[in-house]
């Protein structure tokens, strides 16, 4: 079996800042549910005191999500919302400590649903209007498919000019790594 390293990819290096920040009892989103890896993440990590809320336009997504989380520790602390990330705000009325977004498409599914620079840039931005002090929103950010440089191009354009009084902004990427490595962004709101 391959030996795993904590850098090997965004996932793995997203979670080492994710493990700091959220603690048992927290509110957290995942915005891009997917197959479901980081809703699991997440309903594990802020454990049975704590939700998650959980959003994905298609609805192979809540099947695929569904099926892990009844095998999963915690089934009742998350919503499974078929729905896009950008209207987050009819369905989530508390701040929430962390919003996680891995963009793109779902892999081995089909490529046209993707996520778009618009309605990505919408979702984060309300998402940091429930963040909650020293709260976190984590976007994983893939630019090698088709739309993926304009998305990326956006959301560095949108993250950038957030002001400095209220936000801490980093950057972390594969500098090594060729053909159109993905990077984080993570946007802390300032106490
Ligand atoms: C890279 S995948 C997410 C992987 C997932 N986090 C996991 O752990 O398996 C991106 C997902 O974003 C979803 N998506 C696209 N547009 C969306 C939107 N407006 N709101 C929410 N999800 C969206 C896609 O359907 C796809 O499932």
Redesign the pocket.
Known sequence: MRKLNRFDNV?SVSRIYLNDIIKKGDVCV????????????LSEAVGEEGFVYA????K??IV??SEKLEESMFPQNTKLIL?????IDKYVKENIKCA?F??????G?EHK????PE??IQ?IEKSLDLLCEGGVVCI?V?TGHEGGKEEGNAIIEYTQNLEQKKYNVIMTTFINQKNNPPHIVLIEKKK
């Open positions: 996932n995942d915005a891009t549910m997917g197959k479901g890896y980081d809703t699991i993440y959003f994905d336009v298609q192979e997504a695929k999500t729905d896009g990330h950008e209207n996680v891995n963009l793109g498409y779902l892999p599914c649903i993707i996520t778009k309605t990505t979702a994983s893939y």
